[in-house]
């Protein structure tokens, strides 16, 4: 088990750009693959973006490509979040999540643990 605590969220302009942070706990942090996913009201928590133990290999849902990149330091139990070219579409709770599979996943059901949620908002 791990516990994350993510934060960075916040109410942004489109076009801007913000970086969410995921501390995790545990001496074990660098054997989870790690995840981003969001929720908006009304609507199914979606996929955004993992990383593998090492960091090399990446993933990213279509609709964030190329605008958002994931990191993580092992060092330091952290993963990032860095949104860039922010839209209205991007408002939703943004959670970190670990999984104790060895591969990326793309579902929820995929992690186990998962933080509290931090809210990011986009206006037009």
């Known amino acids: 088990q791990v516990q994350l605590v993510e934060s960075g969220g916040g109410l942004v302009q489109a076009g801007g750009s913000l970086r969410l942070s995921c501390a995790a706990s545990g001496r074990a942090f660098s054997n989870y693959v790690m995840g981003w996913f969001r929720q908006a009201p009304g609507k199914e928590r979606e996929f955004v973006a993992a990383?593998?133990?090492?960091?090399?290999?990446?993933n990213y849902a279509d609709s964030v490509k190329g605008r958002f990149t994931i990191s993580r330091d092992n060092g330091k139990n952290t993963v990032y979040l860095q949104m860039n070219s922010l839209k209205p579409e991007d408002t939703a709770v943004y959670y970190c999540?670990?999984?104790?599979?060895?591969?990326?996943?793309?579902?929820?059901?995929?992690?186990?643990?998962w933080g509290q949620g931090t809210q990011v908002t986009v206006s037009s």
């Open positions: 999540a670990a999984s104790a599979y060895l591969s990326i996943g793309f579902s929820p059901s995929r992690y186990n643990d």
């Open positions: 990383i593998i133990w090492s960091g090399r290999t990446t």
